[in-house]
């Protein structure tokens, strides 16, 4: 019998290209971790709910739309980043099942970052910077997904 | 000794739980350095808030807790918070004494027209009627280019004597008055708006929201009822 452990091991070796493009996720999703922990701290720490620390956020981190009940938006950002930094590593490395998370992962960050930059442009009339650098890098990686699809 | 093989199995989760260790340190710092920490005012600070004449105060001089605001009238969240305030002033009544301290940003375009608008009505009697109106009517003159026209039609609404409240807006008492509001904020270290202070204790920002503002007024009032 196979252990579960055995299941859950370098298939193949990953082609160079393939590596560059896994590595290029892992970097962009850190950027993007780097950003969403921010908004995070800011959020938990109250400062989106008050003006001064950030006047362009305010807006937008303060507003409903940036909290699931009582957890900030960007701590479910900065999990999902680092998902995809997670997936991209270990499909870098070998590890191909993973690829199908990466996958799932990276479009179920696309079509939630579509529907906040509508929020932002059509209900809210504000932008954040940070909320559009974090669209930024979803759409990078959601690039680089495409371009790494196999032939 | 360990083969390439094994090694090379290990390092991607050594590299995540890496990545992972970091990122919770970065992000415990970042919340650490941004949370505000809670002010007591001094027994010198509060006594001076008291014998300052021109004090915007509403409610009753003995309520056995004071809410003292320090607000830009131009500023989104003070203007979210003013509503759910004046419903808390009038569940409280007797109990609650809200005082208003001008705070205005210069990142606000219109903040410190404002808060001279708010001081000229209050030289007629009015600041309260003119913070309210200023409040509610936020969304409206913030986008407007020229709100001189505007805040003169305001005064208007509350029945001023225009001429006066025009002249008073740009008078040097007024202007000294909202100095004199951002001097004492900046010595009690205000840096955002709103910023509460209950008994002279500030309320940290997670809790500007009608629940934990009354929790926090409850909180007071059960304090002074059982003092140690």
């Given amino acids: ?151 | 000794m360990p083969s390439s093989k094994a090694i090379k199995s290990f390092l991607p989760f050594v590299i995540i739980g890496l990545v992972a260790a970091l990122t919770i340190t970065i992000g415990a710092m970042l919340y650490r350095a941004k949370r505000v920490a809670a002010v007591t005012m001094s027994e010198e600070q509060t006594v001076a808030a008291q014998a300052t004449d021109s004090v915007h105060a509403r409610g009753s001089a003995d309520a056995p807790v004071t809410l003292e605001e320090f607000g830009d009238f131009q500023c989104p969240p003070c203007g979210r918070l003013a509503g759910s305030l004046q419903e808390i002033e009038k569940d409280y009544g007797a109990r609650l004494r809200v005082i208003f301290r001008n705070f205005p940003f210069a990142i606000h375009e219109h903040a410190r027209e404002a808060a001279y608008a708010a001081e000229a009505a209050g030289l007629q009697g009015h600041f309260w009627e003119m913070h309210d109106l200023l409040y509610r009517e936020q969304a409206n003159w913030s986008k407007t280019k020229d709100v001189q026209p505007l805040f003169t039609s305001y005064a208007g609404m509350l029945g001023l004597n225009l001429d006066r409240f025009k002249t008073d807006m740009s008078s040097e008492k007024v202007k000294e008055k909202v100095e004199s509001d951002q001097n004492r904020g900046e010595a009690l270290g205000v840096k955002n708006t709103p910023t509460i202070f209950i008994n002279n204790q500030s309320v940290p920002p997670t809790s500007l929201n009608p629940i934990a503002l009354r929790a926090a007024i409850d909180a007071a009032l059960r304090e002074k009822k059982a003092p140690e």
Wanted: some cysteine; hydrophobic content about 55%; charged content about 10%.
């Fill in chain 1, 1 to 151: 019998m196979r252990s579960k452990r055995a299941t859950f091991a370098p298939a193949a070796v990953a082609s160079r290209s393939q590596i560059v493009i896994y590595s290029l996720l892992g970097l962009i999703s850190l950027a993007g971790l780097a950003d969403a922990t921010y908004l995070t701290a800011q959020s938990l720490s109250g400062e989106t709910m008050v003006c001064g620390g950030s006047p362009d956020c305010f807006k937008v981190l303060g507003s409903p739309y940036a909290h699931l009940g009582r957890i900030p938006l960007a701590l479910v950002g900065a999990i999902a980043y680092f998902s995809v930094f997670s997936f991209a590593i270990l499909a870098a490395f070998g590890y191909a099942k993973v690829r199908r998370f990466l996958l799932i992962t990276v479009w179920s960050m696309f079509a939630v970052t579509l529907w906040l930059l509508y929020t932002q442009a059509f209900i809210l009339h504000a932008f954040c910077r940070y909320c559009l650098f974090s669209a930024a890098m979803v759409f990078l990686l959601a690039g680089l997904i495409v371009a790494s699809r196999p032939p």
